[in-house]
């Protein structure tokens, strides 16, 4: 694999299920390959990474899925081994399954607490003491999953002036402003789903004007016009991602788990454990129709993620349960994906591209 056709990516997993922590690879541009150049194990149960920049250099972010919750930095050497940056620092809730960089903060999801908690960056990308935590409030129908709030997913929108939070546990997507002075967060707005859907992760359309939440307690997506002026999200309609008759079966339920949004805006893909699946969908030009094309196998059990490469020619799914990451060439006219390989990952939770 030549210098010129080689991307980095970063794969995460459950060191308390076996996994190696966070392993950096190279990736063939040409044939989406990856292979493993290191791995650290130096923070537990890294489920979720996320890249910033500082000083000119690429600086990786971790949670520590843990109870109580952290978070981590690290920096990427030449030798691509992730060495620690500053302090792992308590994100003064439990269970982080998300974080997000923006405004010189670090966000992170906490699922376990139902909160969402901001760290300030030094100029080096290491992050501080928590600034601030808000914590959600509300629960849902379903009493084994819902009866506590459960913030699953904290990312910014595409101006950049807003937090979008998702709960799982509310059903429901929380809007907040960031103060990047202080570091406080401020609820802005609450947008109730359906109940009893377990909304768990969304994407945003290129154009900016449409997101997809994906629910996870129900296989389906959920179609919302996003104001960026207003900061407020309208719930349009609901699609399925598997095909009717096709959910697995009550002895098999379908918990989706990532949505994808193509870099063109004319596709959507989610993960599907359970079914263990990639649903293909298909958008309208103006990306308030979604229509289900198609569900492919993931290429293991347990899709826990889903991530397009930056060309956007390669779908990546990390397998938790087989302890894979299998790999996808897209087909550019239909979406549907067509399994290209598998690299082992034992515990793979996230794959993410520098």
């Given at each position: 694999?030549?210098a010129d056709?080689?991307?980095?990516?970063?794969?995460?997993s459950?060191?308390?299920?076996?996994?190696?922590?966070?392993?950096?690879?190279a990736?063939?541009?040409d044939?989406?390959e990856?292979?493993?150049?290191a791995?650290?194990?130096a923070?537990?149960?890294p489920?979720?990474?996320?890249?910033g920049?500082a000083?000119?250099t690429t600086?990786?972010y971790?949670?520590?899925e843990?109870s109580?919750?952290?978070?981590a930095?690290?920096?990427l050497?030449?030798?691509?081994?992730?060495?620690?940056?500053?302090?792992?620092?308590?994100?003064?809730?439990?269970?982080?399954?998300?974080?997000?960089?923006?405004?010189?903060?670090?966000l992170?999801?906490?699922?376990?607490s139902g909160?969402?908690?901001?760290?300030?960056?030094?100029?080096?990308g290491?992050?501080?003491?928590?600034?601030?935590v808000?914590?959600?409030?509300g629960?849902?129908p379903d009493?084994s999953r819902?009866?506590?709030?459960?913030?699953?997913?904290?990312?910014?929108?595409?101006?950049?002036?807003?937090?979008?939070?998702?709960?799982?546990?509310?059903?429901?997507v929380?809007?907040c402003?960031l103060?990047?002075g202080?570091?406080?967060?401020?609820?802005?707005?609450e947008?109730?789903?359906r109940?009893?859907?377990?909304?768990?992760?969304l994407a945003?359309h290129?154009?900016?004007r449409?997101?997809?939440?994906?629910?996870e307690?129900?296989?389906?997506?959920?179609?919302?016009?996003?104001?960026?002026?207003?900061g407020?999200v309208e719930?349009?309609?609901?699609?399925?991602v598997?095909?009717?008759?096709n959910?697995?079966?009550?002895?098999?339920?379908?918990y989706?788990?990532e949505?994808?949004v193509s870099?063109?805006g004319r596709?959507l893909?989610t993960?599907?454990r359970?079914?263990?699946?990639?649903s293909?969908l298909?958008?309208?030009?103006?990306?308030?129709k979604?229509?289900?094309?198609?569900?492919v196998?993931?290429?293991?059990?347990?899709?826990?993620?889903?991530?397009?490469?930056?060309?956007?020619?390669w779908l990546y799914?990390a397998?938790?349960?087989s302890?894979?990451v299998?790999w996808?060439?897209?087909?550019?006219?239909?979406?549907?994906p067509?399994?290209?390989?598998?690299?082992?990952?034992?515990?793979a939770?996230?794959?993410?591209?520098?």
């Amino acid at each position: 694999m030549g210098a010129d056709h080689a991307q980095r990516a970063f794969i995460g997993s459950f060191t308390s299920a076996g996994g190696r922590g966070i392993i950096v690879a190279a990736v063939d541009r040409d044939t989406g390959e990856p292979t493993a150049l290191a791995a650290t194990d130096a923070v537990a149960d890294p489920s979720f990474l996320a890249v910033g920049r500082a000083n000119g250099t690429t600086v990786l972010y971790a949670v520590s899925e843990t109870s109580p919750g952290a978070a981590a930095a690290f920096t990427l050497d030449d030798d691509g081994i992730p060495r620690p940056l500053g302090e792992v620092r308590p994100v003064g809730g439990s269970g982080p399954t998300h974080l997000a960089v923006t405004e010189g903060h670090l966000l992170t999801a906490n699922y376990g607490s139902g909160s969402v908690t901001a760290l300030p960056l030094a100029e080096d990308g290491a992050p501080g003491p928590a600034s601030d935590v808000l914590i959600h409030e509300g629960s849902g129908p379903d009493e084994s999953r819902q009866s506590a709030p459960h913030a699953h997913q904290v990312l910014a929108d595409p101006s950049g002036a807003w937090l979008l939070s998702v709960d799982l546990g509310t059903d429901s997507v929380r809007v907040c402003a960031l103060d990047a002075g202080t570091g406080s967060l401020r609820l802005h707005t609450e947008t109730a789903l359906r109940p009893g859907t377990g909304p768990r992760h969304l994407a945003f359309h290129p154009s900016g004007r449409h997101l997809y939440v994906l629910n996870e307690l129900e296989p389906t997506v959920t179609v919302c016009r996003w104001d960026a002026v207003a900061g407020r999200v309208e719930p349009l309609g609901e699609t399925p991602v598997l095909p009717e008759g096709n959910d697995g079966g009550a002895a098999v339920r379908t918990y989706p788990s990532e949505v994808v949004v193509s870099h063109d805006g004319r596709f959507l893909w989610t993960a599907n454990r359970g079914h263990d699946s990639i649903s293909v969908l298909t958008l309208d030009e103006s990306g308030e129709k979604a229509v289900l094309v198609a569900a492919v196998g993931c290429g293991g059990r347990w899709p826990r993620d889903l991530t397009l490469d930056p060309s956007g020619q390669w779908l990546y799914a990390a397998n938790e349960h087989s302890g894979n990451v299998s790999w996808f060439a897209v087909d550019a006219e239909t979406g549907i994906p067509a399994h290209a390989g598998s690299f082992e990952a034992p515990a793979a939770s996230c794959v993410i591209f520098a």
